[in-house]
């Protein structure tokens, strides 16, 4: 066992792996590997040991076992410490292994392809956990390695002190147990969503929910500075525009409140084709319009309540361009997100040294090309509560007139666009609109009466022939009377309150168009 220095590589992501591997048998490590990771060290010129030529036994069952030997699992796990560790290495031919270098299958990602049964059962690893837990278990003789991101500085050390130091391989060790737990939490919450037997349904929801958060940064502070905060990414990325795995561009850091309006904003913008802006303030919004361009949609959100729009949160559906950007220079503003943001662009807003940016370019292509699925979480003191994410729309064909007028082709349009917007407004959430963007909105209150009494008081646009949204039924006429004095003509609303006749009848009586959608849309 003297100057031996043995290192197993065994991964599925190969990223970065070779310049890794040589770096490592330059200081003397001896490389074992198996399958595919052997055959790419192979062919960029390295020595490799088989693990076969290690255990002397064969890979069997088409791979499935190559990996589980005490030849493998003794090197890993001696306490060498001990002497009669020591001893039974020495007695069994078996040479310590100082670094394991694993990522396991890839299972989230076959699943995500929505891949067959026995494609991701297949893709379940069990010598890799195996490896990554042995190897974290004796942190104190062991580096384990499962990120590449973590090459770099792996390889440094080894290179300028010739050992890992035992903090390096204490966070390590950290880090692979949480690489071994979000893989077994993937594994369960996939299986839990499939039916007991093949021909039954599927249920709504799994028997076990698991959300692992990876990439943990550690953030200034949580909603208040006496709270702590940190921000974790969810893998695999979804296929769809999302905050968590958008790009930061620049600015400061961004904080717990921007990132919970920064959610609320890019979900509101997600509900448009055209080009469109959504400014958000305190998690509901205080901007949404529809234009040409980006530059023409954010002039026309910030017209609808400017001193709300200050310090507040933006969100454009489309490539950021010089027009765009002088015009979001003019206020100050916490936070931008937008596909792109071209050369001339991003000169204008480096003078707002402060100003975040984000850019997804997923935001920019067609809501046709995104997968919008999975569940919404939130936490209580000792448990969670899930549910599907709100992603219902309506359409005019699903909608349904219970009034005697009928509301005018733009009455229609202003009320779908209300709707939209109502989606992302704190309940009881009330949204005046015109067809191309909100007038004002009324949002959080304790009666709905009260959230239209508020969006009037809010406006700075006549509200005369405007469509107004209601996240939920009107419990008594009161509401309805207070929209109608407001000058709307005409109401976008789920319906099903055992009032409905009276609620219907008071339109009638006031003239009003109404819509029911069938669909509500609480946001608590």
């Not at 799994?206 to 949580?222: E, T």
């Not at 400061?252 to 400014?279: G, R, T």
Request: glycine share 10%; hydrophobic share 45%.
């Amino acid at each position: 066992m003297a100057g031996s220095r043995r290192a197993l590589l065994s991964v599925s992501d190969k990223s970065n792996l070779v310049p890794f591997a040589k770096g490592l048998s330059s200081l003397g490590f001896e490389l074992i590997s198996t399958g595919g990771t052997a055959k790419a060290l192979k062919d960029a010129g390295l020595p490799v040991i088989p693990v076969a030529e290690v255990t002397g036994a064969p890979e069997i069952l088409g791979g499935r076992v190559k990996t589980l030997h005490p030849k493998i699992h003794g090197g890993i796990l001696a306490r060498l410490e001990l002497e009669s560790d020591r001893a039974e290495l020495e007695a069994q031919g078996i040479t310590p292994i100082e670094l394991v270098v694993v990522n396991l299958y890839p299972f989230r990602e076959t699943v995500a392809k929505g891949a067959p049964f026995a494609a991701c059962v297949e893709e379940i690893d069990i010598g890799g956990p195996a490896m990554i837990r042995a190897s974290a278990k004796n942190s104190a003789h062991v580096g384990v390695v499962v990120d590449p991101s973590d090459y770099d500085g792996v390889l440094g050390e080894l290179q300028d002190e010739g050992k890992l130091s035992p903090n390096t391989r204490r966070s390590l060790m950290r880090k692979a147990f949480a690489h071994t737990a979000a893989y077994d939490a993937a594994i369960s919450e996939y299986l839990g969503g499939l039916p007991a037997e093949e021909d039954a349904p599927a249920p709504a929801f799994s028997s076990f929910v698991g959300a692992i958060g990876v990439g943990g940064r550690v953030l200034r502070y949580g909603e208040n500075p006496h709270q702590g905060g940190a921000f974790y990414r969810v893998e695999p990325a979804p296929k769809e525009p999302s905050i968590a795995w958008a790009e930061v561009l620049g600015g400061k850091e961004l904080s717990y409140n921007n990132l919970l309006d920064l959610e609320s904003a890019l979900a509101c913008v997600k509900e448009f084709d055209e080009p469109a802006c959504v400014i958000i303030k305190h998690n509901n919004p205080c901007g949404v319009a529809t234009a040409a361009d980006p530059a023409e949609a954010f002039d026309r959100a910030r017209e609808i309540d400017p001193v709300s729009a200050f310090g507040g949160i933006v969100a454009l559906n489309r490539p950021v361009d010089r027009k765009a950007a002088e015009a979001l220079k003019a206020i100050f503003l916490e936070c931008v997100i937008a596909p792109s943001y071209d050369d001339e662009a991003r000169a204008v807003l480096a003078e707002k040294k402060n100003l975040r940016l984000l850019a997804d370019p997923l935001l920019g292509q067609p809501r046709s090309s995104w997968i919008r699925s999975g569940k919404e979480l939130r936490s209580m003191v000792g448990g969670l509560l899930v549910q599907d994410r709100d992603l219902g729309e309506v359409s005019e064909a699903g909608l349904k007139l219970v009034t005697k007028r009928a509301p005018t082709a733009d009455e229609v349009r202003a009320a779908l666009f209300a709707w939209k917007v109502c989606k992302h407004v704190k309940s009881n959430a009330i949204v005046f609109g015109a067809p191309d963007r909100m007038l004002t909105a009324g949002a959080g209150q304790t009666s709905r009466v009260d959230s239209v009494k508020i969006a009037r008081m809010k406006s700075r646009f006549p509200l005369q022939g405007s469509s107004v949204a209601s996240d939920a039924f009107f419990p008594f006429r009161d509401g309805l009377d207070e929209i109608a004095d407001a000058g709307a003509t005409c109401v976008i609303q789920p319906g099903g309150s055992v009032k409905d006749a009276e609620i219907i009848a008071a339109a009638d009586e006031r003239g009003i168009s109404m819509l029911l959608t069938g669909m509500r849309h609480f946001r608590h």
